[in-house]
């Protein structure tokens, strides 16, 4: 069983604009095409048996459609399951949060780069507060993003500022807890990592790793070292799709060294675990 905890798709009448855009502002290579077919096609490549989208509100208006597209999602109890999505300047994200917890969403995406808002500011505070009271975890990009080059809006720093004014929330820093500034910080804090990009690196549009060396990976001593550091029960396996090869992530967190035990922790068994899944 394997579970991908970060992945994502676009609506299919704008996938494949959206894909083109990023890919091209970042110079980075797409995997699949940005559809739920298209990520359904990766995961049947790979060996993947459940993906979890994590779509990032960029503007409060698009709340609604995303979040209705993630509850069903949700209930049709298919191989792709979804967090909902918020953005820090919804007129009541207590009531956005309501609602994805009623219709039995298992948490929400927050983007700090994405959406403009440093992670450490008070919108994001109230967010991750109030989705603790109603039990919902919380997915924050951490760290770096080739999108938005040299910006610390989700850096460490904020980052931690972020997580001492929630406490008991159930947050996931995405990439390992700092995309390009893997931090020694939080090995071992009170929060689930995820393991996209981490140990396959993202490549630009030519296909050539990327030469930027804030974006290198961990390497398989250390990612190892990190995940026996903080807890192989609190590591998800992740990709971040289209933007990794889901197979290559895979073989490369198969190969890293971790013992049989431990992948199935960081496979899926933790995943399914926050998920409330029977397995």
């Not at 009541?92 to 983007?111: I, M």
């Not at 590591?235 to 289209?242: A, E, I, Q, R």
Request: hydrophobic share 45%.
């Amino acid at each position: 069983m394997v579970i991908d905890f970060h992945a994502h798709t676009f609506p299919d009448a704008i996938a494949a604009r959206a894909v083109a855009g990023m890919s091209a502002g970042a110079d980075m290579r797409a995997y699949a095409d940005g559809t739920k077919a298209g990520l359904l096609n990766a995961m049947d490549t790979a060996g993947v048996d459940m993906a979890v989208l994590q779509p990032v509100v960029t503007k409060p208006r698009q709340t609604a459609d995303i979040n209705g597209e993630a509850a069903a999602l949700n209930a049709s109890g298919g191989r792709l399951r979804s967090f909902g999505g918020i953005h820090p300047d919804c007129e009541d994200p207590e009531g956005v949060l309501r609602d994805l917890a009623a219709r039995g969403v298992p948490g929400v995406k927050l983007h700090p780069l994405f959406q403009r808002v440093p992670a450490d500011d008070g919108r994001y505070k109230r967010i991750v507060n109030a989705a603790a009271e109603l039990g919902l975890a919380v997915l924050i990009h951490a760290g770096l993003d080739p999108n938005f080059p040299g910006e610390d809006l989700a850096s460490p720093a904020r980052l931690e500022r972020l997580i001492e004014a929630a406490p008991g929330a159930t947050v996931i820093l995405a990439h390992m807890g700092g995309l390009g500034q893997w931090p020694e910080a939080f090995l071992g804090a009170p929060v689930y990592l995820d393991t996209a990009c981490a140990l396959s690196p993202w490549r630009n549009r030519a296909g050539v790793l990327t030469p930027h060396p804030e974006y290198e990976a961990l390497g398989r001593e250390r990612f190892v070292r990190f995940v026996r550091t903080h807890g192989a029960d609190r590591v998800l396996f992740g990709t971040d799709s289209p933007w990794n090869d889901m197979g290559e992530s895979l073989e490369a967190v198969r190969a890293s060294g971790l013992s049989e035990e431990e992948l199935e922790a960081v496979l899926y068994g933790n995943a399914a675990r926050l998920l409330g899944l029977q397995l």
